[in-house]
C-alpha cells in the first residue's frame, strides 16, 4: 500500500487531509438527518446510525490513510449503509479521493470502479429516480480520477526535475571547484617557475661559482655568496608576496613598471657581470596592474635564461608605448636557438618546454601576443605586446621564460 505524503514532503497533503474529512463528516450528517427524517421508524435506524458513527470516527482517526486493514473497515461500512439507505451514496466523493491518495493505480481504479457501482445501484433504489442521472455518477468519477492522476504524474515530474535540477547544481559546482584547483595550480606552477625556480637556480650557479674559486680567489667567492644570499633574500620577498596573491616585489617597492623594468635591468648586470640595459620608447600610459605584472614576469624569466643558456656578451629590455599598446622586448647577441612551433615547448635548453607555451597562456589571458625570433648564433628577441585599452585589469596572466632571444622580430610559428 501506498504511503500518503507527509507534510514534511508535500506542504499541501495536511491541509488537503483535513479537507476531505470535514466534506466527508459533512456529507455523512447530511445522508444521516436525511434517513432519520424519512426512516426514523425504521428496524434498521439503530444499524444505521451505529455504523454512521463508526464510519465517522474510523475515519476520522486517519487510520484508514495509514493501514489497509482500517481503510477496508471504512469501505466496507460505508458499502453496507448504502446498501441500507441509498443517500449515503452523496460520501463517495471522499472516499474516491482517499482511494486514490492510499493506493497505487492499479488498485485504486477497480477500487473507485466498485465505488462508483454502489453509487449508481443506491442511485436506482431511491423512489422517482431518473435514469439519465445514472450517467453522473461514473461521470464525476471518471473525471475526479483523470485530473487526481494528471497532477499526481505532474507532481512526480516536477519532483523528478527538482532533483535532478539540485544535482547538476551540485555537479555543476564540483567541476567549477576542480577547475579552479586546476587553474590555482597552473598559476602556482607558473609562479614558481617565474620566480622561485629562477632564483633558485641562479643561487645555484653562484654558489658552485664560489666552491671552485673559493681556494685560488677567497674574495671572489665570498662576492659569489654574497650576491646567492641577496637573491635568496629577494626571492624570500617575492615568496611572501606569492603566498599572499600581491604584485611582484620589485612592482611593488618601484611603484611603476619602468622603474621596476630599470631595476631589474641594473640588478642583473650586477649580479650576472652581463651588461643589461634598459630603454623606455615613448610616454608611459596607465596599464593594468595584471598587465604590468605579466610583462615584469617575462622580462624577469627571459633574463633568467639568457643568463643560463645564451652565452651573450650583452643584453637589453625595451619598453615601448606605441599607442594602442604597450610592447616589451628582451634581445641578447648569444648564440641563439631555433624557436619550436607553438604548443611544441619552451625554447633554450634550459627552458624545460615550459616558457614559450606559459608565456603564451599568460598574454593570451590579457589580449596579448608573443613574437619569437631566433637562430643559431644571431642571438635572440623576445616580444611581448598588450594591448592598453582591452587588457582586462584581475586577469590571471599564466606563462614563463623563454630561451635566448634575437635581434631581429618576426612572427613566432
Not at 449508481?120 to 468519477?141: C, F, K, Q, S
Not at 671552485?212 to 615568496?239: P, S
Not at 631589474?264 to 600610459?285: K, W
Not at 599607442?323 to 634550459?350: E, K, S
Amino acid at each position: 500500500m501506498r504511503q500518503p505524503l507527509s507534510r514534511a514532503a508535500d506542504p499541501d497533503a495536511g491541509w488537503l487531509t483535513v479537507v476531505l474529512r470535514l466534506v466527508f463528516l459533512l456529507l455523512l450528517g447530511t445522508s444521516l438527518a436525511r434517513y432519520l427524517t424519512h426512516h426514523l421508524a425504521s428496524a434498521l435506524t439503530p444499524w444505521v446510525i451505529g455504523l454512521s458513527l463508526a464510519l465517522g470516527a474510523g475515519h476520522l482517526s486517519g487510520l484508514s490513510e495509514r493501514r489497509p486493514a482500517w481503510l477496508a473497515g471504512v469501505l466496507g461500512s460505508w458499502a453496507v449503509l448504502v446498501l441500507m439507505a441509498p443517500s449515503f451514496a452523496w460520501c463517495a466523493v471522499p472516499l474516491v479521493y482517499t482511494v486514490l491518495r492510499a493506493f497505487p493505480p492499479r488498485a485504486a481504479i477497480p477500487l473507485v470502479t466498485v465505488l462508483t457501482v454502489l453509487v449508481v445501484i443506491g442511485e436506482l433504489r431511491l423512489p422517482g429516480a431518473d435514469p439519465t442521472m445514472l450517467l453522473l455518477p461514473p461521470a464525476v468519477a471518471a473525471l475526479a480520477t483523470a485530473v487526481f492522476l494528471y497532477m499526481q504524474r505532474q507532481g512526480a515530474r516536477q519532483r523528478k526535475l527538482i532533483v535532478d535540477l539540485i544535482r547538476t547544481r551540485r555537479e555543476l559546482a564540483a567541476v567549477e571547484r576542480r577547475q579552479g584547483a586546476l587553474s590555482e595550480r597552473e598559476r602556482l606552477s607558473v609562479e614558481i617557475h617565474d620566480t622561485l625556480a629562477q632564483g633558485l637556480s641562479s643561487q645555484q650557479m653562484l654558489l658552485q661559482a664560489a666552491d671552485l674559486a673559493w681556494e685560488q680567489d677567497a674574495a671572489a667567492a665570498r662576492g659569489h655568496v654574497r650576491t646567492a644570499a641577496a637573491i635568496a633574500a629577494r626571492n624570500l620577498a617575492e615568496a611572501r608576496r606569492f603566498v599572499h596573491d600581491l604584485a611582484p616585489a620589485d612592482l611593488a617597492e618601484q611603484g611603476t613598471l619602468e622603474a621596476a623594468l630599470a631595476a631589474l635591468a641594473e640588478r642583473e648586470a650586477a649580479e650576472s657581470g652581463l651588461p643589461v640595459g634598459f630603454h623606455l620608447d615613448g610616454s608611459p600610459a596607465p596599464m593594468p596592474a595584471a598587465a604590468q605584472s605579466a610583462l615584469l614576469r617575462i622580462a624577469q624569466g627571459a633574463l633568467a635564461n639568457v643568463r643560463e643558456h645564451a652565452g651573450a656578451g650583452r643584453a637589453s629590455i625595451t619598453l615601448s608605448y606605441l599607442g594602442d599598446q604597450a610592447v616589451l622586448d628582451v634581445a641578447d647577441d648569444g648564440r641563439g636557438f631555433t624557436p619550436p612551433r607553438a604548443g611544441h615547448g619552451g625554447g633554450a635548453g634550459g627552458d624545460r618546454g615550459h616558457g614559450l607555451p606559459a608565456m603564451r597562456a599568460r598574454l593570451r589571458q590579457l589580449g596579448g601576443t608573443l613574437t619569437v625570433e631566433s637562430a643559431p648564433g644571431e642571438g635572440t628577441v623576445v616580444s611581448a605586446a598588450i594591448p592598453l585599452e582591452n587588457a582586462p585589469d584581475g586577469a590571471d596572466p599564466r606563462g614563463g621564460a623563454v630561451g635566448g632571444t634575437a635581434p631581429h622580430r618576426k612572427e613566432a610559428p
